[in-house]
Structures are given as C-alpha cells and as structure tokens.
C-alpha cells in the first residue's frame, strides 16, 4: 500500500486521485494555497497544478518533498499562442522541477493522458497507458504499479530526459483537441 | 489522380509506394544515387530516404523540385546514442530542408507510422492515421485526400512549426520499439 499525494483539484487532480482510490491507495489532496505547516502524508508526491504553479510548490514544500517521488504532470504550452512549449527548447519543465528538487526524485507522467481517458481507463476500446520517464527505476517501478493496479497500463518511457519529448507529445495531442481534430475523449493511444 | 514520385527503397518507400499505388496513384521511384539528369514526375515527391540524405537530395535536385510539394518522413535521430534528435532543439529535420528548398512546399508526414501499419492501415484494431504538418494548406489536402483514399486517415497537425513535435514523438515511438516495450506492429494510434 502506497500512500499517495495530489496537488491539485482540477479535472487532472480528481481524475488521479480516483485512479489512485481504485488501486487502494490513500491519498491525500491538498492545493497550491494549503499552508507549509501541513505535513504531507505521500510517498509519491503528484502536482496536477499548472505548469506556473510548480515553482511555489517546490519552494514552499521543498523540504518535505526531500526523499519523496514527485510527479510532474504538466503541459508547459505557452496558452496565449498554443504555437510553443514554455521551457527551453532543450529542456523540460521535469528538468527544471528535478533541479529545482535535488534531492527528490522526479517523474514525468500521465501529462499524455486527458483526464477522461484517466477516468474510463480507455482510449476509443484501447486500454489506457500511461507513458513514465525519470532516472529512478524504483519510483517508475512503484508507480507503474500502482497504475497497473487501478486497471490501466503503464510503460516506462526511459530515462528523464525523455520529458522533453513526452511534453512534445502532450502539446500535439492538446493542440490536436482544441482545434477540434481530434476530441478530449480521444487521443493517443499505445499499442504494444 | 496525382503523380506521386517516392525516393527511397527501404521499408518506408516500399510501404508508401504501396500506399500510393492503392490510391490509384501514379508513382515513380528514385533513389539517392538516382542522376540528376532523370526527370521528377511527382507533384509531390516523398523523400523515404535517411535525414543524412536529405542533403544531397536537395542539392542535386533542388532546381527540379521547385513549385513541387517535398515531403520529409525522417526522424533524425542520432542513433549512435538513441537519446537525442540531431537538428537543433528548437527546430526540426522538416524547417531545414525547407530553408534548402525556399521555392518547395515542404509537408512533414509519415514519420509517425511504422512501414507494417501504413501497409496493414491498422494499429491493433484502429484504423492508421497519418498526421501532416506544413506551411501550405493545398499541399496539406491533396496529400490528405490521396491517404484517404489508400484507406488510411489524415489529420493536419498544424503549420510546419510542428514538424518539432511530430519528430519527438516519432523519436520517442522509436524508442519504446527499440527497447521492445511495444512493437514495430503496434505504436500510437490516434483516436478522434
């Protein structure tokens, strides 16, 4: 039994929290505005807050996620263009997360999942999967299987600088929705 | 009907050739050592050879391939080490070819397919899609409308802009093939 904990309470945020309730996980929710004072119970640490938000919560909490795995699930896409991504070109926002949190160890993942395909646990009939990248291979492990046990499919997506392409990824498959070519219950699907 | 001219005689240009011949489409193909002397016949000339190609390609056929629609399949990827795309980080193969090429349409397609799904037209049991990015929306429609006839689906990804995230995610589809965590039958469907 993980204990799990998500920032956030936005479509992303419910729809992990469910996800993590069906695998049996406690989890606890807090928000960008929950005071420092309060202690965070996770072992897995997920921030569905926007991109913008990831520095306050590194700052703030910053100690107390020593240690923990910390889940990036952002799409850094600048919003008042949709024509580019926020971090530099290069990089990614787990990067920047990671060395921001030396000493925690950052994921990237389910940024590639709309929160309906999160709460169906498929894509049209395909399963739901869930792509994971970072450099530690017992946080991917532990998550992979906490995925794995709500009823979704997890596949590890290798080192973390495979973010950048993950958020490369996560930017196509929004921009693919909001100009309508595809819907927010469609989407990319991963066939083995 | 359009004259499709392929370069290349790999798994990708044979599958593409296929797919164009099943369009009715009339196709010609050339190779990388083809002289400069032979005449191009395609409105829109795929170019299914290797990004280090691509080159000398341009240069050698740059005059012929004015006015016409080029459309890049490579994903660069520096495979000596698989963790990197080799064009710079904030542009892509597609924008260099079509700084070499001023006077082309230049389209980014295909790069998201493996050969065994543009020749099935599935991936699992979902119809193949091909995504195209490109600067011109007439180059983007007729290419469309000949996939659509092979049987395949066509979605325009956007501007050629995009070109950088159709090349990550073809990066990282790669990867996870290469690492045998899905297989070069499956990969990313798309669902609408």
């Known amino acids: 039994m993980v204990n799990v904990t998500v920032f956030g309470k936005g479509n992303m945020g419910s729809a992990l929290a469910g996800l993590f309730e069906s695998a049996q996980s406690p989890v606890q929710v807090l928000d960008s505005a929950t005071s420092a004072d309060e202690k965070i ?34 799409n850094p896409v600048d919003f008042s263009t949709f024509d580019s991504l926020l971090p530099a070109a290069d990089g990614s926002s787990a990067a920047e997360l990671a060395a921001k949190l030396p000493e925690s160890k950052v994921l990237k993942a389910f940024n590639t999942n709309f929160a309906g395909s ?29 995925v794995e046990k709500a009823g979704l499919e997890a596949i590890d997506a290798g080192s973390l600088k495979r973010a950048r392409e993950l958020e490369s990824f996560g930017f196509l498959q929004l921009s693919l929705a909001v100009s309508e070519k595809i819907s927010f219950n469609g989407g990319f699907a991963v066939l083995r």
């Open 41 to 74: 119970t996770g072992e897995i640490v997920v921030l569905a807050v926007p991109y913008s938000a990831l520095d306050g919560i590194a700052e703030k909490f910053g100690d107390q996620l020593k240690g923990r795995t910390v889940v990036d699930i952002t």
């Open 118 to 146: 999160l709460a169906s646990k498929h894509v049209g009939e395909n399963p739901t999967t869930v792509l994971i990248a970072g450099d530690d291979e017992d946080s991917k492990t532990t998550l992979a299987g906490i």
